[in-house]
């Protein structure tokens, strides 16, 4: 049992590195739960975050209560894949794991 929460911790922890070398306008990266508790996440080094902790996790709850409200137009629109959201200091991409219904990943 702890090594299959250790091997889960570091898959999550090598997804949220790996989505950091994309691209190096990438600040954040960030997983959460169906319930926005954050199980994983990586800054960009020597970043200054905008949000604390609790900031990000309430944002986050935000964005999964938009995502709820989408579910209306999936009988006729399908599966929303991602989203995007521009605030005048980042953008946030949000995206939808295939098969994943308890997380979602959030770049910033």
Do not use: W
């Not at 190096?24 to 319930?35: D, E, Q």
């Not at 989408?70 to 006729?76: F, G």
């Amino acid at each position: 049992m702890i090594g299959q929460l250790v091997s889960r911790e570091y898959t999550l922890r090598y997804a949220c590195d790996r989505v950091l070398e994309l691209d190096n306008f990438v600040r954040y990266v960030g997983l959460v739960n169906k319930m926005g508790t954050i199980i994983a996440y990586q800054y960009r080094d020597g970043l200054d975050p905008l949000l604390k902790t609790n900031e990000l996790e309430l944002s986050f709850i935000d964005t999964l209560l938009r995502s709820s409200v989408r579910k209306d137009m999936e009988p006729k629109l399908g599966r929303a894949v991602n989203s995007l959201t521009l605030y005048e200091k980042e953008k946030r991409a949000t995206i939808l794991p295939d098969g994943e219904e308890d997380s979602h990943g959030f770049i910033r």
